[in-house]
């Protein structure tokens, strides 16, 4: 088993990686515990299908008293509404501040959970098993929880740390490979910000990683990440500085998304292709060589996103991005790449450079054009 230390400064905790882990979650949860906390396992439908019962077993066998409350499926029901309905629940079945919540799944699941845990009873334990690539390598690492507001994603949450994230590999299997695909995008995002040997290693074998052909190196893969956000966390738990890092890729990402509408990109797909704009525009204003960049760009461009840009409407993307937090006064800030694993923050960066790269970008993944 893979054991990670978040250096969190008032209250460090782990996250242990393993295949099977699911089977064991009692033995984790239990040293983290005062007695016999009754537990809420938060899950959604598909999830809770296929692996509630090794949790619900693991735990029950150890003694734990386990309700099982079942949350829905989908962005679209991340707000206080299921929040409330949430709350509603737990303090009908008499839920005091002693319990656990438990939240089985995936980004969705752990951050409604998450706010749930935050705030009921202004805060009661919690312990996240996420169930997606990421999840387990981004959205369970950093204590980020919330629900989306109808102005916008993630506009109401908090920063709520868990007991421990005990993370399962195995359980990608049943995950759909555009989902595996859209962590993948994550996954390289750390190593394009911290670590260029781990990026070559996950883009020469990335067929390995899609398919799961190996557990041992998805393992490693999962756990090298997980390193890396954890680090950055560590030195801005609170989100304001170093962690601004970890938007590479997502401004056009976020651009892309937004004006392509709900649904259309998953979002680790939107990153992979910010990522690339994000490498095009290095090479202009942070210095990357531009063979460099042009070879990473190739790699970015041969992962199978699901659909193209041909329906991009670059006014929306840029309308999208200088409503973006980042924009002052006309002009974006974004990370960008002095050398692979070597960030900086760029600012200044007019609205007329942007609209080039997105128009390149659009070109780019146009089809046809793969090469
Ligand atoms: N808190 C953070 O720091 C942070 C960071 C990044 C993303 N997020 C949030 O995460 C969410 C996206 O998370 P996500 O990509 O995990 O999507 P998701 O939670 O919507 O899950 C994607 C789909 O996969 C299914 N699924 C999950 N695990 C499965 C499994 N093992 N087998 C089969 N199906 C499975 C789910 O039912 C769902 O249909 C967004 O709401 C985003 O805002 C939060
Ligand atoms: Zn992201």
């Not at 809420?40 to 809770?48: G, P, Q, R, W």
């Not at 490693?220 to 970890?246: N, P, T, Y």
């Not at 190739?298 to 937090?325: C, F, M, S, W, Y």
């Not at 997105?358 to 070109?363: A, Y």
Request: with cysteine; net charge negative; hydrophobic share 40%.
């Amino acid at each position: 088993m893979r054991t990670l230390e978040v250096q969190i400064a008032e209250r460090p905790y782990r996250i242990h990686i393993e295949p099977d882990l699911l089977y064991r979650t009692a033995e984790m949860i239990r040293p983290l515990v005062a007695g016999t906390p009754r537990i809420a396992l938060m899950s959604s439908k598909t999830v809770e299908s296929h692996y509630r019962e090794r949790v619900e077993r693991s735990l029950r066998d150890a003694g734990f008293e386990v309700r099982f409350i079942p949350m829905p499926t989908g962005e679209e029901y991340k707000d206080l509404k299921t929040v409330s309905g949430l709350y509603d629940v737990l303090i009908s079945q008499s839920f005091d501040r002693n319990c656990l919540i438990l939240a089985l799944g995936g980004g969705v699941v752990g951050d409604i959970a998450g706010f749930v845990a935050a705030t009921l009873f202004r805060g009661v334990p919690f312990v996240q098993i996420p169930t997606t690539l990421l999840s387990q390598v981004d959205s369970s690492v950093g204590g980020k929880v919330g629900v989306n507001h109808l102005q916008g994603k993630n506009l109401i949450g908090a920063f709520y740390q868990p007991k421990t994230v005990l993370i399962d590999p195995r359980v990608l299997q049943t995950l759909e490979l555009r989902e595996r695909i859209s962590g993948l995008g994550e996954v390289l995002k750390y190593g394009f910000i911290r670590d260029a040997a781990f990026l070559d290693t996950c883009l020469e074998n990335t067929d390995d990683l899609l398919t799961l052909s190996d557990m041992d190196f998805v393992t490693g893969i999962i756990a090298r990440s997980v390193r890396i956000k954890a680090d950055i966390v560590a030195l801005d738990e609170h989100e304001q500085g170093r962690r601004m890092l970890l938007n590479f890729g997502h401004t056009i990402g976020h651009a892309i998304e937004n004006s392509a509408g709900y649904g259309v990109f998953r979002h680790g797909e939107a990153v992979i292709m910010g990522m690339c704009a994000a490498l095009m525009l290095s090479t202009n204003l942070s210095g990357l060589e531009k063979t460099l960049a042009e070879t990473y760009i190739r790699h970015l461009r041969r992962i199978p996103v699901n659909g193209d840009l041909t329906q991009l409407d670059i006014d929306a993307a840029l309308e999208a991005i200088t409503h973006d937090k980042k924009v002052r006064d006309g002009k974006l800030n974004m990370v960008l790449l002095e050398r692979i694993g070597h960030p900086r923050i760029v600012e200044g960066i007019p609205e007329d450079t942007v609209r080039e790269t997105l128009e390149w970008l659009k070109d780019l993944y146009t089809e046809g054009v793969l090469s």
